[in-house]
């Protein structure tokens, strides 16, 4: 709460006293989106550090501060010398002002998303900005009461927006939901007259974030007196200090669950396919019966019945080409019942190798929780490969679509001329190359890293989307080619994305995007599609 209304509320009126009849000494930045303004009253020095980034906006009133003497800006020099008459805030609302004696005002809009400075002269002159992007904050007023009336009233909540998100909470954790709506609307007041009047500020941590609270809320690790200024000078050195813990914390533990839900899924599906394997009637079964009933079945017939003696002898009829023999047909299906038995035992090995996965994420779930300090996590993210993504850095750099998995990058080619780029100019031989086999699709490389072999979950998924990336994508299962990229070559007058691969593996997988968790299966793939080997 340290930007919400009802703490700047307490924030104003400490300020006054504070700052009445000194002067701006000083104003500067040098740091990005930082506005630093040092006052004095002859003998005593008051510092204001404006951090207007749209992560952590945020006032910040170091006791001192040693300004560089290199990378330092000087910026509104019309403020310097001014003079404080005193501070307020906008009613409801994230704006705090510095008013001077000759009518200037220096406005802080401390908006999460679009923060910013304005300085104003004089009552009547044009706005110097900080972020001068946002013109609109030139004509930056306060609500008129009207608009403040006219809000609706019927949820007792909704009549004060500026309350922010930690008074419903507190209100909830406290029955508010289940209360009478003339409670509701009675313990709303009496928020509200605590929120104006606050007893003591709380340091609290609340969902993996260090917070300013005006209500003991969530774990509290620090209970201070209702004195803004001593509130901010002990929070926001707090904060900024936990600040990269909690993000890299956050972010590998959505990392880590999300590699959990995705091997979760992943070893559910094959279990599905095996068991459907298991259960139904096999290609060998089925070429058997037919072998065994050659006899009976006349020529150019399109089905026949037989007597299943896989099953109890029950009639069964199967189904036949009315073009072919019923021993070419056989023979069709004892080569179908060879690749069920690969695709069968790949299955197995995946359901292994995903449970064991899924598993291995839940253990480091369970080590994150132990450990608090920023220094500690990024050594156990070293050990256990888990460096932050560079996802949306790399598809920067790269026209390619990119993906992170497991510290390998994955690049999948987005056209046939681009499918050229990548395989001739980015790939290199000890890459890994994949396509979906004997159909047009992307190339899909998985770059090398040194001294790490490619672990089969890798490749696995980047199989998934070479199928998912190809004609193949509505197939139920995709041969997929895998192999060095020093065994693709392109032979001269190729048309672009074609190319020869002299030596390959092929693996069985069922076509997905596996880094799309919602909504993957309904992209569908353009007619642009780049020619294949």
Not at 285 to 311: K, N, R
Request: aromatic fraction near 8%; proline fraction near 7%.
């Amino acid at each position: 709460m340290h930007n919400n209304y009802y703490f700047l509320r307490q924030l104003a009126p400490a300020l006054t006293a504070q700052l009445s009849g000194y002067q701006v000494a000083a104003c500067f930045s040098q740091e990005k989106d930082e506005l630093v303004i040092g006052l004095t009253n002859g003998s005593t020095e008051f510092w204001l550090k404006a951090q207007l980034t749209a992560s952590f906006p945020v006032l910040a009133l170091p006791t001192s501060f040693h300004r560089t003497r290199t990378n330092s800006v000087d910026l509104l020099p019309d403020l310097l010398g001014r003079t404080v008459a005193g501070a307020d805030v906008f009613p409801h609302d994230r704006v705090l002002t510095l008013r001077f004696t000759d009518g200037a005002s220096l406005l802080f809009k401390l908006y999460g998303p679009r923060p910013n400075a304005i300085f104003r002269p004089a009552p009547d002159a044009p706005a110097q900005l900080f972020h001068q992007r946002y013109t609109t904050d030139a004509d930056l007023a306060p609500l008129s009461p009207t608009a403040d009336s006219a809000r609706p009233s019927t949820d007792p909540l909704k009549s004060y927006p500026a309350l922010g998100d930690l008074p419903p909470r507190y209100l909830r954790a406290h029955g508010y939901d289940s209360a009478s709506e003339p409670d509701k609307e009675l313990r709303v007041q009496e928020i509200v007259a605590l929120l104006e009047n606050p007893q003591q500020f709380y340091i609290i941590h609340l969902e993996g974030r260090t917070r300013l609270s005006l209500l003991p809320l969530g774990e509290i690790e620090q209970t201070l007196p209702p004195d803004p200024v001593t509130a901010l000078r002990t929070f926001v050195p707090m904060f900024l200090g936990r600040r990269a813990y909690e993000t890299e914390s956050r972010q590998v533990r959505q990392q880590l669950e999300r590699r959990a839900e995705e091997a979760t899924s992943s070893a559910s599906q094959a279990r599905a396919r095996l068991h459907a394997l298991e259960h139904g009637a096999s290609y060998r079964q089925t070429a058997d019966l037919i072998m065994a009933h050659l006899t009976q079945i006349p020529a150019g017939a399109a089905q026949v019945e037989v007597v299943d003696f896989y099953q109890d002898n029950q009639p069964r009829i199967i189904k036949l080409k009315s073009t072919e023999t019923p021993q070419r047909t056989a023979q069709n299906l004892y080569r179908k019942a060879k690749n069920q038995q690969i695709e069968t035992r790949q299955l197995q090995e995946r359901v292994e190798r995903r449970e064991f996965d899924a598993f291995w994420c839940l253990e480091r779930l369970e080590e994150l929780g132990g450990i608090l300090d920023l220094r500690t996590l990024r050594a156990w993210r070293k050990t256990h490969d888990l460096q932050p993504e560079t996802k949306a850095k790399a598809a920067t750099e790269l026209p390619f679509k990119v993906f992170e998995d497991e510290g390998f990058t994955i690049l999948v080619g987005r056209n046939a001329a681009n499918n050229d780029l990548l395989t001739q100019r980015y790939a290199h031989k000890e890459d890994l190359w994949l396509h979906a086999k004997d159909v047009t699709g992307s190339h899909v490389v998985i770059r090398h890293r040194a001294g790490h072999v490619v672990p089969a979950t890798v490749v696995e998924r980047a199989a998934q989307l070479a199928a998912w990336y190809s004609r193949r994508q509505h197939d139920s299962l995709c041969p997929v080619t895998v192999t060095p990229k020093k065994f693709v070559r392109k032979p001269k007058g190729a048309l672009p994305g074609q190319v020869l691969v002299e030596r390959e593996k092929v693996v069985l997988v069922v076509p997905a995007n596996p880094f799309e968790r919602v909504g993957a299966n309904s992209c569908g793939f353009g007619n642009s599609l780049p020619h294949s080997y």
